[in-house]
């Protein structure tokens, strides 16, 4: 349950009912006052007050829960840090020993915990928050291999004359290639396929 109505002979009486249903505290929540209430006159004509009580969205710990529960069920022991940047973007680092099983291959496991993850903090009507999950420093180290594979390849294109087909890869893999070598003067690169199987092509100018 993420809100409620509720009704109390004070707008502070409908709120602490609230608070005590959804079991949250006063700074985790919104309140919208739908009628203030009226004692009435000798007690005729009162009116209770209504309030609609909503839990604020709480990224960090929605991602923490479920990786929590994740990583408890694969047996593994976690310490999980979040930074939400600016309200738009969530950073997780998982630290710990043997979490070489949460990248798997080429990263496949990270990344779909990390597209899980962003489908569970978007969950409702709060504002889009994306996520990047990250372990052991994977996903820096994964760059810098790209670039180098990036470079390396735009010299056998340069040399050969010909294009450069590289494996398939996921679009934030792409990016990566792409822009390394967006300023090289003597290769353009270009993306085709369909996904999951869309890689890059570099050529030759």
Do not use: W
Request: with cysteine.
């Amino acid at each position: 349950m993420d809100s409620i109505e509720k009704s109390g002979k004070t707008v502070e009486e409908a709120i602490e009912e609230a608070l005590v249903i959804l079991n949250c505290t006063r700074d985790q929540v919104e309140v919208e006052i739908i009628e203030q209430g009226a004692k009435g006159f000798l007690g005729l004509g009162s009116k209770l007050a209504k309030v609609l009580v909503s839990k604020k969205n709480n990224p960090e710990k929605k991602a923490k829960e479920f990786l929590k529960e994740i990583t408890t069920l694969m047996g593994l022991s976690v310490d999980i840090e979040c930074e939400l940047d600016d309200e738009k973007h969530l950073n997780i680092d998982l630290k710990g020993s043997s979490l070489g099983v949460l990248i798997g291959k080429r990263g496949q496991t990270l990344d779909s915990l990390q597209y899980l993850i962003n489908l569970v903090v978007n969950k409702g009507d709060a504002p889009y928050v994306s996520v990047t999950l990250d372990t052991e420093n994977y996903r820096q180290k994964r760059k810098e291999t790209l670039e180098n594979l990036a470079y390396n390849l735009a010299k056998k294109a340069k040399s050969t004359r010909r294009n450069v087909v590289l494996e398939p890869m996921n679009p934030y893999e792409r990016r990566i290639i792409h822009a390394a070598l967006q300023n090289d003067r003597h290769v353009t690169t270009y993306s085709q396929g369909e996904e999951p199987y869309r890689n890059v092509v570099i050529s030759p100018k």
